[in-house]
């Protein structure tokens, strides 16, 4: 059974920094690409970053380039979102989910709180 | 940027009535790479359709898609209760691997 649980959300003042991780079990987790993708409370969908199967590409939304960087170890079947510089609007939950178009596997989500 | 639009915003239906739920791109979306999600309160998106019009597994036959272009249609054919959520398409054919969502169209029960 295909698994993805993320941890490490949280409050976090504005301008601070969480990074996010997402166990990945029942596939072989570096056959796939993995995305970020974020809900603002009562808000829809927002898709934050894609990984490459082996992490040599990376895409991300504009509004969290160069504050965000998504990352994998393949190793330990995980994947990471650092996510520095933080502001309120990035407040939301966030899924990690399997693959880079459709995806059809999602984590429950992790809650960052950005707030002071 | 391609820019999806879902209409209507809030549809509001009996059970056993056809649903019809549309989604407008801005651009043309490449090789109908369009896919639709339901969510409900407090869960992950689950996806329904991919490739426009291919139900992945395990959706009953009820929900279909179709389209191509810029005009995409997702339909229920018979509302069950457990089809009354928020429903999310998203597009993912342009490069470099970007993708957006449509802003989503709640289906309640009237």
């Known amino acids: 059974e295909v698994q993805l649980v993320e941890s490490g959300g949280g409050l976090v003042q504005p301008g601070g920094s969480l990074r996010l991780s997402c166990a990945a079990s029942?596939?072989?987790?570096?056959?796939?690409?993995m995305s970020w993708v974020r809900q603002a409370p009562g808000k829809g969908l927002e898709w934050v970053a894609n990984?490459?199967?082996?992490?040599?590409?990376?895409y991300y939304v504009d509004s969290v380039k160069g504050r965000f960087t998504i990352s994998r170890d393949n190793a330990k079947n995980s994947l990471f979102l650092q996510m520095n510089s933080l502001r309120a609007e990035d407040t939301a939950v966030y899924y990690c989910?399997?693959?880079?178009?459709?995806?059809?596997?999602w984590g429950q989500g992790t809650l960052v709180t950005v707030s002071s | 940027e391609i820019v999806l639009t879902q209409s209507p915003g809030t549809l509001s239906l009996s059970p056993g009535e056809r649903a019809t739920l549309s989604c407008r791109a801005s651009?043309?979306?490449?090789?109908?790479?369009l896919a639709w999600y339901q969510q409900k309160p407090g869960q992950a998106p689950r996806l329904l359709i991919y490739?426009?019009?291919s139900r992945a597994t395990g959706i009953p036959d009820r929900f279909s898609g179709s389209g191509s272009g810029t005009d995409f249609t997702l339909t229920i054919s018979r509302l069950e209760p457990e089809d009354f959520a928020v429903y999310y398409c998203q597009q993912y054919g342009t490069l470099p691997l970007l993708n957006t969502f449509g802003q989503g169209t709640r289906l309640e029960i009237k």
């Open positions: 029942g596939f072989t987790f570096s056959s796939y690409w």
């Open positions: 651009q043309s979306v490449s090789n109908s790479y």
């Open positions: 989910a399997r693959g880079e178009g459709y995806r059809n596997y």
């Open positions: 490739g426009a019009s």
């Open positions: 990984i490459k199967q082996d992490g040599s590409d990376k």
